[in-house]
């Protein structure tokens, strides 16, 4: 009866505020105690908790988090996180086993929540994440991206709970909100892909989740001209995100929200590594695979263009051979994963003109 099984693991609660992180302890108290939101009085509190972070952020928190934490009576245990390197993840997950405590948390923008998602799934411990930047949609995901030299992403839990303080992600640099806007809209291509590899292939489609994936892209699209007008709305963005990583929970895959733009990104952090920020790559990928699927990729350029996220390959410190190399190879990545790439091989010559005639080149 495995047949048309499908599950989801959803966060169970989510926390979004502003000048709240004084709430955190209060916030894991709920989180233990499985009565719900406010019943944190009558709850037990978690049997202590590791937290993940990148010592620059951990600066900006320490005093907030540990107040926090203190008055709710959680012992903690501070990690650094470091690279995402196999090495450096056994150092933290060794750590973490000896802190003996019931909780994991990310606090950071992307590579301590990540770290910090995989662990916890590695050790069998609740995870709950804090992002610190609205960079991507991964604060809500169970998914992890892994940079090797063949980078891709693997299914770990989905965060058990997700809290985030809307001023510290105002206060983290424009550019990586730009960046959480551009994976947001690739969201569009990912649900194309999704719905032509279902046609193609006939694999499972999920259309609440690919709606869901959908929505979060059009509100920046549909809110753009006033984004460029009188800021990027930080909280609409962060829930956009939140819902991208729900809309992931409820397909059982990365599908809603990662298709042959994503490809090309991956492809981008194997030959460039370390330039351009995820969203970013996500971004320009966006623009050209829409004009694949005969989408209207002049919208896409012009929302990108509105929240500030580059929309040319030297915005991003990219030259015409690495984005001509990254289309060519992006499929091969992941082969199984059906996406307009599929479709036809992308030729050097193909790649070249599809990035001059969306001005990505
Ligand atoms: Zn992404």
């Not at 010592?55 to 934490?69: A, Y």
């Not at 604060?139 to 063949?150: C, G, L, N, T």
């Not at 001023?167 to 569009?188: F, M, Q, T, V």
């Not at 909280?235 to 895959?253: K, N, P």
């Amino acid at each position: 009866m495995t047949g048309n099984m499908h599950t989801m693991e959803l966060p169970r609660l989510i926390e979004i505020g502003e000048k709240n992180l004084d709430g955190f302890g209060r916030f894991l108290c709920s989180l233990a105690g499985g009565g719900g939101y406010g019943a944190a009085d009558a709850a037990k509190r978690p049997d202590g908790i590791s937290l993940v972070s990148g010592s620059n952020v951990r600066r900006i928190v320490k005093k907030t988090v540990e107040g926090s934490l203190e008055s709710a009576g959680i012992a903690y245990v501070w990690h650094k996180a470091g690279k995402n390197s196999p090495d450096s993840l056994d150092r933290v997950r060794a750590e973490i086993e000896e802190d003996g405590t019931g909780m994991v948390a990310g606090i950071g923008g992307g590579r301590s929540v990540d770290t910090a998602k995989m662990i916890s799934f590695g050790i069998r411990k609740p995870f709950v994440s804090v992002p610190t930047a609205a960079s991507h949609d991964g604060m809500a995901s169970p998914f992890v991206s892994i940079k090797s030299d063949r980078p891709h992403s693997i299914v770990a839990s989905a965060p058990l709970g997700v809290f985030v303080d809307i001023s510290i992600i105002k206060s983290a640099p424009p550019g990586l909100l730009a960046s959480g806007c551009g994976d947001l809209i690739a969201n569009i291509i990912a649900v194309r892909d999704w719905q032509l590899g279902h046609r193609r292939t006939d694999e499972y489609y999920g259309r609440y989740a690919a709606d869901l994936a959908t929505m979060s892209a059009m509100m920046v699209i549909e809110n753009s001209a006033e984004f460029a007008e009188k800021g990027t709305d930080a909280r609409l963005i962060v829930e956009g995100l939140i819902s991208a990583g729900v809309a992931s929970c409820i397909a059982g895959s990365s599908r809603p929200c990662s298709g042959s733009e994503h490809l090309f990104s991956h492809a981008l952090d194997a030959i460039a590594p370390g330039v351009g920020l995820h969203g970013e790559k996500c971004g320009i990928g966006s623009i050209m695979m829409a004009k694949l699927h005969g989408q209207d990729w002049r919208r896409i350029a012009r929302a990108l263009r509105d929240v500030g996220a580059p929309t040319t390959a030297e915005q991003v410190g990219l030259d015409a051979d690495r984005i001509v190399k990254a289309l060519c190879m992006a499929q091969g990545l992941r082969p199984e994963r059906y996406t307009i790439l599929s479709e036809s091989e992308m030729t050097p010559r193909r790649a070249l003109s599809l990035a001059k005639s969306t001005g990505v080149i």
